[in-house]
């Protein structure tokens, strides 16, 4: 919860932010409303140093903007809540803010998704938000389902991250059922749920047929050579087994940017 008595002069964007706040000094909340019109993925605001600073660790005023990095933003934007359909896109990459799919207009409040920017969350908290997409509990990207995650945008180091933190655990199921059980899905809508569960069975029927046809291969050769076609058919089967079967296939643009394509960022609204 930001402070009520900020270290910097309020307000700091009185053109395009108005900051309500209710309640009392010990009790209180806040939000912002837009104060102008945008179109979709118009630009709200710059993120510019000052008056950012890099923080040295996560706190509940900081926001994610790289891997291991932290923004303290100094300033009213500070004020922008969580909401599971939010108005707002963090751009970190770019240090923008900018409009969500929906444009923006005066009146608005001005909400971003959390985990679009955290990986890690030291307080999670139930969401209140009201939209009929709503994620509950919302924590750092971590800590949360792939289904809850669904059609949102996510900064790339965030994305990065849950390809890695999918791919380990898809290396573990693979190791104790040999991936025939690989989706996260257990907390989203039930379309959602079924259509990652369908996904991760189509993985899963590609994996056992590669890991098949791996065994075949091997089965032919005789000799000397058959280490090194066992580990060549290991490489195969490690760099097209899917890790987490449902993620792949909802981040197909992260997927190549692994694979070597480093172009620009991707929007994936
Ligand atoms: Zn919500």
Redesign the pocket.
Known sequence: MAPLTPSWVQPSHPDIQEVIVTGNAAEFTTKSISKISLPPFGLFAKLDFPPCTEAPEPTYATVQMGRDKHLDLNSDLLYINH??EPSLIFDMAAMNIIAGPKGLKPGDELTFFYPSTEWYMAQPFD?L?G?PS??GRIAGARDMTAAQLEGVWLNRHIRDLLEERDRQQGKQKAATNGGTNGTAATNGSAPAQQQALRAALAQAEKLVETLRQAAGSLDNVGGGGSLKRKRVAEAGVTEDSPSEPAGLQRRGPTSRELSGEMGGDTSAA
């Open positions: 909401s599971c969401c938000c939209t709503c994620r």
